[in-house]
């Protein structure tokens, strides 16, 4: 019975870590060394082991209810990649890094966004993640854990936001259509401006413009008959 207690204490010695694990060792409930990977050897009763994963956690952030800067309540949420650098710090400076880092991402999501307008939050996305991967990687640091990137992922609003929204973005266009329609009659006029100009230095083109407008108006099973006066005889007429 000896025997088998021995070697079952013998076996019990060995771990094996795969090549993204590490072994965080207590030495008597003191920090030791961290091992790994492969096989290592754990004292029983003297030593102690953690495991830490050393892959990239992918973590979605559940929705957030945000006010943004303009009072516009939304709900947002985002998935955050992030991984452990320092196994000991994970370990030993916070209690569960997986659930702290998910509570900072929460608040720290709320915070930023409640700083930016709504329209921000639509077109900006890229600036606001960056925004909060910085703050949450200098905050996690101390724990260890490099936060690689965040991503917004959804903007959810109201009907009554949409609405308006749609109302705003309807407003907009006809606004860029009147200005463009005020641009074309600007430029039409200066054209027109132009020709007159070009035409009362020519008596000729005159004359000429006169019978072009003679064709266009006597066109097929038209009655109308026209006979072109000279404005300049009228002038002269009322002079007298």
Request: proline share 2%.
């Amino acid at each position: 019975m000896l025997l088998f207690m021995l070697i079952g204490l013998v076996i019990s010695m060995f771990r094996v870590l795969r090549e993204y694990e590490r072994g965080v060792i207590f030495m008597l409930g003191r920090f030791y060394r961290v091992k790994g990977p492969g096989l290592i050897i754990v004292i029983p009763i003297l030593q102690q082991m953690v495991r830490v994963d050393l892959r990239t956690v992918v973590m979605d952030v559940p929705t957030q209810d945000v006010i943004s800067r303009d009072n516009v309540s939304v709900q947002v949420n985002a998935v955050i990649y992030f991984r452990v650098m320092d196994p000991e710090r994970a370990i030993i400076q916070v209690e569960n890094y997986l659930e702290a880092t998910s509570q900072l991402s929460q608040t720290t999501l709320r915070s930023v966004l409640g700083q930016h307008e709504l329209d921000d939050m639509l077109a900006e996305r890229d600036t606001l993640n960056n925004d909060i991967q910085h703050i949450l990687d200098k905050q996690t640091e101390a724990w260890g854990i490099k936060v690689a990137n965040v991503e917004i992922k959804h903007v959810d609003l109201n009907e009554t936001m949409v609405r308006a929204i749609a109302k705003q973005a309807e407003a907009e266009r006809e606004r860029r259509a009147k200005v463009i329609h005020a641009i074309g009659e600007s430029e039409a006029a200066e054209k027109l401006a132009s020709a007159a100009q070009m035409l009362s230095t020519q008596e000729q083109a005159i004359q000429l413009r006169y019978l072009q407008t003679l064709v266009e108006i006597a066109g097929d099973k038209s009655s109308t008959i026209v006979f072109p006066l000279p404005v300049d005889l009228l002038q002269k007429l009322r002079s007298e």
